[in-house]
Structures are given as structure tokens and as C-alpha cells.
């Protein structure tokens, strides 16, 4: 069975940092991409940064410059560093990873929240 558990969330300061990480156990075969995903309260869920199994980024236009995706192929470990935090960066951050079979995998969340 496959699980996908995301760790770092919290609460911090407007400018502040977090790192979150994401490890996925089971069998997961042909992945394609990884990313993190976020929901804030009464928004539909976007893509917040995908990478892709050969290094690829790409990433919403809200967060560029201030966040970085990283993977570690071996360990199947997505990384999300966020700096210059915002409080509309606030919401619910979900891991996710797409292989090549077209199955989608998604972590149970993980609480951020960008507040003085």
C-alpha cells in the first residue's frame, strides 16, 4: 500500500521560512512527477511546484522566487522550501505524485499557516 507522508508545516511569521517534506513508502512504479499542492480556506486546490523524475521544476507564478522544489529520486522524498513567506500563502499543503500509469497519489495535508 501506498502512503505518502508530508511533514513541516506550522505556524510562522509573514517573511519567515518552512520546509516541507514529503516520503512515499509502498510500490510506486514509473514515477513521473512530484509536487506540492495547496488549498486555502473556500479555493480550489492548485498546483503550488511539480518536479519531474529528471530535475524539471516548474512553479506558480505566486510563489516564484520564493520557493524551491527538490527531490531525492533514491528515497522517493519531495522537498518544498519556502522563504519570504506571505499570509495568502495560508492553507492546506498536499504532497502529490503522478507515474507514468496516469495513477495519482496524494498525502493527507499538512497545515501551514503565514500569520502575525
Known amino acids: 500500500q501506498v502512503q505518502l507522508v508530508e511533514s513541516g508545516g506550522g505556524l510562522v511569521q509573514p517573511g519567515g521560512s518552512l520546509r516541507l517534506s514529503c516520503a512515499a513508502s509502498?510500490?510506486?512504479?514509473?514515477?513521473?512527477?512530484m509536487g506540492w499542492y495547496r488549498q486555502a480556506p473556500g479555493k480550489e486546490r492548485e498546483l503550488v511546484a511539480g518536479?519531474?523524475?529528471?530535475?524539471?521544476?516548474n512553479y506558480a507564478d505566486s510563489v516564484k522566487g520564493r520557493f524551491s522544489i527538490s527531490s531525492d529520486n533514491a528515497k522517493n522524498t519531495v522537498y518544498l522550501q519556502m522563504n519570504s513567506l506571505k499570509p495568502e500563502d495560508t492553507g492546506v499543503y498536499y504532497c502529490?505524485?503522478?507515474?507514468?500509469?496516469?495513477?495519482?497519489?496524494w498525502g493527507q495535508g499538512t497545515q501551514v499557516t503565514v500569520s502575525s
Open positions: 518536479i519531474t523524475r529528471g530535475g524539471s521544476t
Open positions: 502529490n505524485i503522478y507515474n507514468n500509469y496516469a495513477q495519482n497519489y
Open positions: 509502498g510500490s510506486i512504479f514509473r514515477i513521473a512527477t
